[in-house]
Antibody, heavy 119, light 108 residues
């Protein structure tokens, strides 16, 4: 049973860069798509971006200019960086797996990591 | 970019009642790429339905999904106490994913 765990600073200052890492255990990191999704307090889910198993990436058009996703397969980790953050980026950030079964969904999720943007 | 609109925002029902949730897309979605998730307070979302009508592993058969094109729905045939939660639809297309804003199913 695959498990994912997000890690990173819980507090980031405005205008700085948010950095999160997702560590995968109990399964392979290869041959899947890996995504980041966030949820502001009391709001809905917002897809941030994905790294496809090919190594290519795709990002939410509204965040594309500030976001990048990378992967370290040797460590079974993938990471999110978001620059120039504001209070609007305060949210619980989830990493999730698309099983690449032809259906474009996320079947496994991390528990989430709350990131607060504040000075 | 496809926008998903869920309705109603809140559904107030009693245990044992039937719940029908709607998800409408701003443009046509391939049935293969429409999913539904359940989220309870303080928890990560859980996949319920993929490919518009396929139940994920371990999901009870009181949950069913249907629809095509721009109109999709999730039905819970008889609400159990553990079903009161927020439900999100999600689509994939042109290398982009998106979620609806959610429907809160609350106890009446």
């Amino acid at each position: 049973q695959v498990q994912m765990q997000e890690s990173g600073p819980g507090l980031v200052k405005p205008s700085e860069t948010l950095s999160l890492t997702c560590t995968v255990s109990g399964g392979s990191i290869a041959n899947y798509h890996w995504g980041w999704i966030r949820q502001p307090p009391e709001k809905g889910l917002e897809w941030i971006g994905v790294m496809f198993h090919s190594g290519s990436t795709s990002y939410n058009p509204s965040l594309k200019s500030r976001v990048s996703i990378s992967m370290d397969t040797s460590k079974k980790q993938f990471s999110l960086k978001m620059n120039s953050v504001t209070s609007a980026d305060t949210a619980v950030y989830y990493c999730a797996r698309d099983p690449v079964d032809g259906y474009g969904h996320f079947d496994s999720w991390g528990q989430g990591s709350l990131v607060t943007v504040s000075s | 970019e496809i926008v998903l609109t869920q309705s109603p925002g809140t559904l107030s029902l009693s245990p044992g009642e039937r719940a029908t949730l709607s998800c409408r897309a701003s443009q046509s979605v391939d049935n293969k790429y429409l999913g539904w998730y359940q989220q309870k307070p303080g928890q990560a979302p859980r996949l319920l339905i993929y490919g518009a009508s396929n139940r994920a592993t371990g999901i009870p058969d009181r949950f069913s999904g249907s629809g095509s094109g721009t109109d999709f729905s999730l039905t819970i045939s008889r609400l159990e106490p553990e079903d009161f939660a927020v439900y999100f639809c999600q689509q994939y297309g042109n290398s982009l994913y998106s979620f609806g804003r959610g429907t809160n199913v609350e106890v009446k």
